[in-house]
T-cell receptor
Framework: AQTVTQSQPEMSVQEAETVTLSCTYD???????LFWYKQPPSRQMILVIR??????QNATENRFSVNFQKAAKSFSLKISDSQLGDTAMYFC????????????????FGQGTTLQVKP | EPEVTQTPSHQVTQMGQEVILRCVPI?????FYWYRQILGQKVEFLVS????????KSEIFDDQFSVERPDGSNFTLKIRSTKLEDSAMYFC??????????????FGPGTRLTVL
């Protein structure tokens, strides 16, 4: 069974600084997807960034980038130039790949990290 | 921008009562999901639904739970006889595909269920 672990329940960062959120996972699958979702206070979860395991290149989306270490089963999120609007709960999530092992779209989430961006 | 909506935002019920949580997924999406989050715990998968049938369910999703897409737009989660431990935030999500490029799941704002 797959598991996802976020070991940092809470983090804070000064506006304009860089912060890294950690995520580790466990799976015997070779092909899968990893996601970071953001949940602002009282708002719905939105996708921040996605990584396909077969891609060696780390995904980037504007100020958000990941450090994907497949052998170490690590998937951290780096937020550069933090903004007040980045204050949210961040969830790391795992999904089996459709192509090889059948995929019903089930997401397995970590416990979440609450990020506070301070002015 | 299209979004997933859920009603009600908060439901209070007595133990043993039936509740129906409603979701309107994004209109061209084909895959539908329910997740729940007990306060202070992680978001947990309950069920995925495609082509009018359940494609996967978790061990949480026992006989007390059922899902339905009654009219082509709504997607409902029914809990037949609620227990105290069913108190949680319930999230609905939808996606265009289950794998590949279009597997992004769009989440609703959630329904907070309180069982007394």
């Amino acid at each position: 069974a797959q598991t996802v672990t976020q070991s940092q329940p809470e983090m804070s960062v000064q506006e304009a600084e860089t912060v890294t959120l950690s995520c580790t996972y466990d799976t015997s699958e070779n092909n899968y997807y990893l996601f970071w979702y953001k949940q602002p206070p009282s708002r719905q979860m939105i996708l921040v960034i996605r990584q396909e395991a077969y891609k060696q290149q780390n995904a980037t989306e504007n100020r958000f980038s990941v450090n994907f270490q497949k052998a170490a089963k690590s998937f951290s999120l780096k937020i550069s130039d933090s903004q007040l609007g980045d204050t949210a709960m961040y969830f790391c999530a795992f999904m089996k790949s459709f192509e090889w092992s059948g995929n019903t779209g089930k997401l397995i989430f970590g416990q979440g990290t609450t990020l506070q961006v301070k002015p | 921008e299209p979004e997933v909506t859920q009603t009600p935002s908060h439901q209070v019920t007595q133990m043993g009562q039936e509740v129906i949580l409603r979701c309107v997924p994004i209109s061209n999406h084909l895959y539908f999901y329910w997740y729940r989050q007990i306060l202070g715990q992680k978001v947990e998968f309950l069920v995925s639904f495609y082509n009018n049938e359940i494609s996967e369910k978790s061990e949480i999703f026992d006989d007390q739970f059922s899902v339905e897409r009654p009219d082509g737009s709504n997607f409902t989660l029914k809990i037949r006889s609620t227990k105290l431990e069913d108190s949680a935030m319930y999230f609905c999500a939808s996606s265009l595909a289950s794998g590949g490029y279009y597997n992004e799941q769009f989440f609703g704002p959630g329904t907070r269920l309180t069982v007394l």
